[in-house]
């Protein structure tokens, strides 16, 4: 694992976008691991802006996204395939039938989780995963408890996740209790992975996540096990971090990462 902190909101969604479009690049057909949420919305814009200004080509690659709220259809606001649609494939020149999450209308969740996964694995797997983190250190809606091995999935959500996503719906009340999800599993299956996570607000649990114990309890403490995770902060989401001194000398002398200094 290793951790990049940069100096503001902006510049840590600017680095994540420009990481993205370098690897899209150079692999036109690679297969995206997507995230949802405010903190993404700022990453998704940034590279819309790069498709339009910079010709950022999307047209061959294919993506999957991390989950979905169980009972809610492609065409509901609230949906994840809505939000994708929203914020980033309507304006871009990706192929939407290459664009993947599960069926929140699915009738059986448990071969629908099979079927995301056989899908995941027909495709060669991901290339890239962007995640965001949970208060709870959850990554996708691998809640506490989850199984470190777990693959996708229906999952009961906690009051926790009720109480922060809940507000983004009309009626509160409307929050789906369960949702799909990529299982722990199946985000350690992607080659890379990018943890984004921002504002002081995750400082406490960011450290959990990348400097405590590996535990169920956090699922995104999974990650300190995979070969090739990245994790990008804000300087408020890093400020309780005990390495950032030693973050901050491989990002200023590592040859990997002298052109995105001006970022």
């Known amino acids: ?14 680095f994540t976008a ?22 993404m919305e700022a990453v998704y814009a940034e590279l819309a802006r790069m498709h339009r200004e910079e010709g950022l080509d999307f047209s061959q690659a294919q ?3 991390l989950d979905e709220y169980i009972g809610l259809s492609g065409d509901n606001k609230n949906s ?13 020149n ?13 009738e059986d969740p448990i071969a629908e989780g099979e079927r995301y996964e056989a899908a ?26 989850s199984s470190l091995n777990s693959r996708t999935r229906a999952k009961a959500l906690t009051p926790e996740t009720y109480e922060q996503n809940a507000p983004l719906f009309d009626k509160p009340e409307d929050m ?15 080659k890379s992975v990018i943890l984004l996570v921002t504002g002081a607000e995750k400082a406490q649990i960011l450290k959990k996540a990348v400097e405590g114990p590996v535990t169920s309890m956090i699922s995104a403490t999974a990650l300190q096990y995979h070969n090739k995770a990245l994790v990008i902060c804000d300087e408020e989401a890093g400020a309780l971090l005990e390495g950032k001194k030693y973050y901050n000398w491989i990002f200023e002398k590592e040859p990997q990462w002298q052109k995105y200094h001006n970022i």
């Open 94 to 106: 990706i192929d939407k039938s290459k664009t993947n999450l599960p069926n929140g209308m699915a």
């Open 120 to 145: 995941i694995k027909a495709a060669g797997g991901v290339d890239m995963q962007l995640l965001g983190i949970g208060r709870d250190g959850h990554i996708g809606f691998n809640e506490p408890l």
């Open 1 to 14: 694992m290793e951790v990049i902190i940069r100096p503001t909101t902006e510049s840590a969604v600017k």
């Open 176 to 190: 789906p209790m369960r949702a799909f999800t990529m299982g722990v599993g199946t985000i350690m299956d992607a």
């Open 63 to 65: 993506s999957f996204n």
């Open 18 to 39: 420009r990481l993205i479009a370098d690897q899209l690049r150079a692999n036109p057909k690679m297969v995206l691991g997507l995230a949802t949420g405010r903190t």
């Open 80 to 92: 994840y395939r809505y939000y994708m649609n929203y914020h980033l494939f309507n304006h871009v």
